[in-house]
């Protein structure tokens, strides 16, 4: 292994942890960066995963934010694909990008420890798996609140618990995670970082299982605990909406008007629930439909680039429909299984048109919702920094 002052490859690490716990204060810290954005309260900042670039010690250091798994605005199911796509897409596409190692951050102070934390802790422990552990470093935050506070005592007590129980970081440390206080500065967020910068870079369990193996996510060792969860909701929530019903009945016999609108609205929340459990288990198959659906919110990012890209190539000449078809399917083995055959389906519906309807920039507009912004990539057309790179 090349010395610390001979390397001068870059670094990468993704930052993880519930929403509040700290990850984009640390990014900001140690990156310097203004854009990082700060969130406040328990309230999401973090929509989507987000590459930050800096230099550190000559190297190029990318810090990588991610939305927590308790997000307040997105379900579980919908962080999982934003991650999995992301780390999916970096790795499975040239350069083949690999981190060099992951944070994980839990506020000292967290009174949730014990509720979504946990969830979170089990899905980055399913992300990772077992080898890339030594890669990992756990970071408690929210020491200057402690200072503040006064809680040095509560602070303690939840370090040690954290360092030796065997339903939190006990396990991953045996692994050879590391554990490192972040105390809210620079200089302590590039000791943090200092630990990445000898370690080779690893694929992730997620990584391996959705590229290397071709799985669906919902095949994934995350994708299997995001739908346990699924599961378990789906079944309380037809238990309660089969409750309501009964109730209605009830209250129509009674002819009692009042009741009878109260129990309405809760079935409405009730089968809203059950719609949305649907719709997340739609989503971890990767189904089309479910595609569409995160092609909506991309395209709000993208969609200045490739218009503004497709008009002037169209101008050009440049998107022949049977030249655009040559070279997405020369390309088509950078895509997952359900992407390729979704691809493939698309053009063999655009044949079947008359051919002054068939352009490469009609292709490729239907291709977006069925495949995502990846097809662009597989033209040479993919915004700078859309996959990290």
């Not at 307040?72 to 060099?100: C, M």
């Not at 065997?166 to 396990?171: C, D, K, N, S, Y």
């Not at 809203?272 to 991309?298: F, G, P, T």
């Amino acid at each position: 292994m090349k010395s610390e002052s001979q390397d001068s490859s870059p670094v990468r690490v993704a930052v993880m942890g519930v929403t509040g716990s700290g990850k984009s204060t640390f990014i900001r810290a140690a990156s310097q960066l203004d854009e990082v954005k700060v969130g406040h309260g328990w309230e999401s900042c973090t929509a989507i995963v987000e590459p930050f670039d800096f230099t550190y010690k000559g190297r190029k250091i990318t810090l990588i934010d991610t939305p927590g798994f308790n997000d307040t605005n997105k379900t579980e199911t919908e962080v999982l694909r934003e991650i999995a796509d992301w780390l999916d897409s970096t790795y499975r596409n040239p350069p083949h990008q690999k981190l060099n190692g992951l944070i994980y951050v839990q506020s000292i102070l967290d009174p949730r420890m014990y509720g979504s934390s946990l969830r979170n802790l089990k899905m980055f422990k399913d992300l990772c798996g077992l080898d890339p552990m030594k890669n990992v470093t756990l970071v408690t935050t929210r020491w200057a609140m402690v200072r503040m506070t006064e809680s040095e005592d509560k602070a303690s007590q939840n370090e040690i618990d954290l360092e030796t129980k065997e339903e939190l970081w006990a396990p991953m440390m045996e692994m050879g995670a590391k554990m490192r206080r972040f105390q809210d500065s620079t200089e302590s967020a590039l000791e943090i970082l200092d630990l990445f910068l000898k370690k080779d870079p690893v694929v992730l369990q997620i990584q391996s299982e959705l590229v290397d193996h071709g799985r669906n996510l919902i095949e994934t060792s995350a994708g299997h605990t995001v739908n346990e969860e699924i599961l378990q909701l789906q079944k309380k929530y037809a238990a309660e909406l089969e409750q309501v019903q009964k109730e209605m009945e009830v209250a129509l016999q009674q002819k009692d008007k009042d009741v009878q609108m109260a129990l309405e609205k809760a079935k409405q929340e009730w089968q809203r629930k059950i719609d949305r459990i649907a719709a997340d288990q739609e989503m971890l198959q990767y189904e089309r439909r479910s595609e569409a659906r995160r092609w909506s919110n991309e395209m709000q990012s993208i969609k200045a680039f490739y218009e503004k890209k497709m008009e002037q190539l169209s101008a050009q000449g440049d998107l022949d429909f049977d030249a655009t078809v040559q070279k997405l399917r020369a390309n088509d083995g950078k895509l997952r299984k359900e992407q390729r055959v979704a691809m493939h389906q698309e053009i063999d519906e655009m044949k079947k048109k008359p051919k002054s309807e068939r352009t490469g920039v009609k292709l490729i507009l239907a291709l977006l919702p069925a495949v995502g912004s990846v097809v662009l990539a597989l033209l040479g057309l993919s915004p700078i920094g859309l996959f990290g790179c």
